[in-house]
């Protein structure tokens, strides 16, 4: 069983399969033996898939007994971030369609067959987790509940639709489609949010399946840091849909600032006050704002 290094090379190609499914590991020994054993049972009776867990650098580790559970193991030699173990197993995967589950046992794997389904008619399959309420609570604390919240509010409105479950760890899309977006891909928590909005952004077709989501079992807490990672993924939000869309993100920002500059000159002829320089410098930043907009969207159309 090949194992890779932390540049994810392989020195045997195998063959092609039509279903590679990735588990970012980081010290989550207790529930991937669950979580690999529950995948078995869900794939009962195909043959036409293939296990593939990435090591991230974990501190606590059993080479021996991850390489009996996966076909396949790769290894970073240290931590490298949940996006950077994604990218690593889709490059040493073989499947046309890859399946990506987090190695805590709280996605369900028995969800997998009904993403697979999906795909028939679409780019891309996500378990959603915001259709129950006992799945939601599941979760975390109200903070990070809340911090959910303000993330899909502000993706739903650059990306002018509704996205109920913007980072999900459980999802299914196309190899040949996903390689065109990883290298904008970070390689820290925020990588599921990217593909999200890049297919959307891009008008693909991307349907969210409703699923359950389980309490953590295992000894181990969550990796996520709330503030840290949400100011993250909100930035990927704005750096994301700026690649593909800049105009959703430019007008916005000129609009403000020439209502800004308006409200300004009216308090200054009500109150015989007129603060020329303030309003000058707001409705030129406006203005140039929305100049960078239409360049923007011109170089991101000259992409496509």
């Not at 076909?71 to 197993?89: F, L, M, P, Q, S």
Request: charged residues 25%; glycine residues 6%.
């Amino acid at each position: 069983m090949p194992v890779a290094d932390n540049r994810g090379s392989q020195s045997n190609a195998p063959r092609p399969l039509g279903v590679s499914i990735i588990l970012p590991f980081y010290n989550e020994q207790a529930t991937v033996e669950q979580c690999v054993g529950e995948i078995r049972e869900a794939m009962r009776g195909r043959n036409d898939y293939e296990i593939v867990i990435v090591d991230d650098g974990s501190s606590e580790l059993d080479v021996a007994a991850l390489e009996r559970l996966a076909d396949r193991v790769c290894h970073h030699r240290e931590n490298r971030g949940y996006g950077a173990a994604i990218k690593t197993g889709i490059r040493n995967s073989t499947g046309e369609i890859i399946v990506i589950l987090d190695a805590d046992a709280t996605y369900p794997p028995r969800e997998i067959p009904r993403l697979l389904e999906q795909m028939k008619k679409c780019d891309m399959a996500i378990g959603d987790r915001s259709r129950q309420a006992a799945s939601w609570r599941n979760i975390g604390p109200w903070h990070r509940r809340l911090a959910k919240r303000l993330l899909a509010v502000t993706a739903n409105y650059l990306a002018a639709t509704r996205l109920p479950d913007l980072n999900s760890g459980l999802r299914a899309f196309r190899r040949a489609d996903v390689e065109r977006f990883l290298r904008l891909c970070p390689a820290r928590f925020s990588l599921t949010a990217t593909l999200t909005l890049a297919y959307v952004c891009e008008g693909m077709v991307v349907e969210f399946v409703p699923i359950d989501f389980r309490v953590r079992t295992g000894s181990e807490q969550s990796k996520v840091r709330p503030l840290y990672d949400t100011l993250s993924i909100l930035m990927t939000i704005v750096r994301t849909v700026t690649f593909f869309n800049p105009l959703k993100v430019f007008l916005p920002a000129a609009a403000f600032l020439l209502t800004a500059g308006l409200l300004v000159l009216i308090y200054g002829v009500l109150f015989h006050h007129i603060l020329d320089g303030t309003i000058a410098v707001l409705v030129l930043s406006g203005v140039q704002v929305f100049v960078l907009g239409l360049v923007a969207d011109m170089i991101a159309r000259s992409r496509r």
